[in-house]
């Protein structure tokens, strides 16, 4: 069993068909064809990428998402989305969430890592026992104003030592994001989104251990079986494979 | 299966894990992929891309797995016969066109006469509109994306010339459909197609005749390629086509 630890779902994510509703359905077929039978899913409703939602909206999606896994039991799974902006309430609506059964947070863009407005809710994952999957690039181009890199994701798991962060999008984070980890066994990084780029994942593995790295996809901008491609095509032990697929996001997730 | 853009070689940013010519065969072949078009990446950096050319076909096996894919620069003044000799004497079975590293406009009159000369040497011409995600390139080297309607343009301005749009992505191959289909010229390569029903939309918007198997190695993993496809719910038909017989008309092997 395939767990992908990073998936987007939403109203903006429409039937494949264009038809009314959502791809939910679709979406878990999809990954069902790959062996991928969990996906991670946190939700902003629709438009589903907003840099800065408001309170509302993150209730509202965090809704979203608890519905959906709610409704598939089997299959998705919820995180709960932040902004930590939100401050105390951003912490009431962990504990929202947490009393329904989400098994992870999910930060995007509305703050870097390191932000001190971040340190509230990552020493609350740690009591919650949830891990905190925070988006992360080094971008030539293109960085968002309060869009961690990897050295904001290092220097949040410095501070906390007791949270799980999982650091998303190892193609965006790059050779170097690994090595800004790296001295840090509690921040992990996921293969999502990005391009299949050879060597990067055996790199990630070299340098971290296969303990540290999961297998997400981004989808629905991204493919599942592009995005799996990046794990059954690259040189690695059965062992390594199996903890990046499903092993490590078992016993993170405490599954 | 036939892979229409694979590359040979090395690339200055990071170490591939298999680059040389005959290690790529090995990776595609072990892919099921018996035939792919490979064009050298050193000529994306050589201020000649015909020794970079010529390096690579020294080193392809006669009826091997990798055919070559010229890369020519129009904006030199030995494009002519670096396209001659690509097909004369080196066997190359198209070309490749990187207007991003080469600095030149898909409309200026050398890349036009470029197109033009391709099409009456029944060379296809791969226009790659990209190399790799803008965001991950170099600080210092930062190059621009093709415009796929630039490429649309340049196909239309040379309908004798066949042309692949390599590394198109999945909103432009979409968006771009109707064009695409008006243009009985033009291929789309799928190696940097994605989204999670990508397949099945770009099929509909451009129809499995156009669409040819890419895989970027060995700067991308194979076995997304193909993990793509199965995405995709192909027929047999549809499967046939993508994979082998839209490049084999094509290529002509």
Redesign the interface.
């Known amino acids: 069993m395939i767990y992908d630890i990073h998936v987007h779902v939403g109203s903006a994510v429409r039937r ?1 068909d264009g038809s009314a509703g959502e ?1 939910a359905e ?2 878990m077929a ?1 990954a069902r ?2 062996g991928i039978e969990r996906q991670c899913i946190s939700s902003l409703l629709n438009p589903g990428n907003l840099a800065y939602p408001s309170l509302e909206q993150v209730r509202q999606g965090n809704d979203h998402a608890l519905s959906l896994a709610a409704a598939y039991p089997r299959h998705y799974l919820p995180f709960c989305y932040l902004n930590p902006r939100h401050e105390r309430a951003a912490l009431d609506e962990l504990h929202r969430c947490s009393d329904r059964g989400v098994v992870g947070i999910k930060l995007l863009v509305s703050c870097k890592a390191s932000d001190p407005l971040v340190d509230p809710i990552l020493e609350r994952a740690a009591a919650l026992r949830l891990p905190v999957l925070q988006h992360a ?1 080094n ?4 960085q968002r104003e309060h869009e961690s890199t990897s050295a904001d994701v290092a220097e949040a798991g410095r501070r906390h030592p007791g949270t799980h962060l999982i650091m998303a999008h190892l ?2 984070a ?2 170097r994001g690994v090595l800004d980890i790296a001295p840090m066994p509690n921040v992990h990084v996921d293969l999502s989104g ?7 994942v ?1 790199y990630a593995v070299r340098h971290l251990g296969a303990e540290r790295v999961l297998f997400g996809s981004d ?12 794990v ?4 690695l032990t059965p062992g390594q494979r199996d903890l990046i697929l499903w092993g490590n996001a078992e016993r993170i997730l405490r599954l | 299966m036939i892979d229409i853009n694979a590359y040979a070689g090395p690339w200055p940013f ?5 680059s040389a010519p005959s290690e790529v065969a090995d990776v595609l072949q072990a892919a099921g992929i018996a035939r792919a078009l490979v064009s050298p990446l050193e000529a994306l950096f050589f201020e000649d891309p015909r020794v970079a050319n010529e390096r690579l076909a020294a080193r392809l096996q006669p009826e091997g797995t990798l055919l070559l894919c010229a890369v020519v620069n129009p904006r030199l003044a030995n494009w002519r016969p670096v396209l001659t000799t690509a097909r004369e004497s080196l066997g190359a079975r198209a070309i490749k066109l990187h207007p991003g590293y080469h600095l030149y406009e898909l409309d200026s009159p050398a890349a036009r006469e470029c197109l033009a000369a391709a099409g009456e040497a029944g060379l296809p011409v791969i226009i790659q509109l990209r190399m ?8 210092l080297c ?1 190059i621009p994306d093709v415009p796929a309607a630039a490429a649309l343009e340049a196909a239309r301005s040379a309908p004798g010339a066949q042309v692949v749009l390599g590394g198109i992505r999945f909103a432009e191959a979409r968006g771009q459909g109707d064009a695409i289909r008006a243009l009985a010229n033009v291929w789309v390569d799928l190696s ?1 197609v ?8 770009v099929i509909q918007a451009v129809g499995s005749d156009r669409l040819l198997l890419g895989t970027h ?15 995709g ?1 192909l027929s047999d038909a549809e499967r046939a086509a993508i994979t082998r017989e839209n490049a084999r008309r094509l290529l002509r092997v």
């Open positions: 494949f791809a679709e979406m999809r064809l790959h690039w971008k030539t181009v293109g193609m965006g790059g050779y990005g391009e299949p780029e050879t060597g990067i055996e989808a629905p901008g991204r493919s599942y079986g592009v995005q799996l491609g990046k059954l095509g690259a040189d | 990071r170490a591939l894990p298999a790799q995600d803008a965001r991950a390139q170099h600080p930062r940097q994605e989204y999670v029903d990508g397949m099945r939309q190695a060995p700067l991308f993993n194979v076995r997304s390629a193909l993990l793509k496809l199965d995405e719910l």
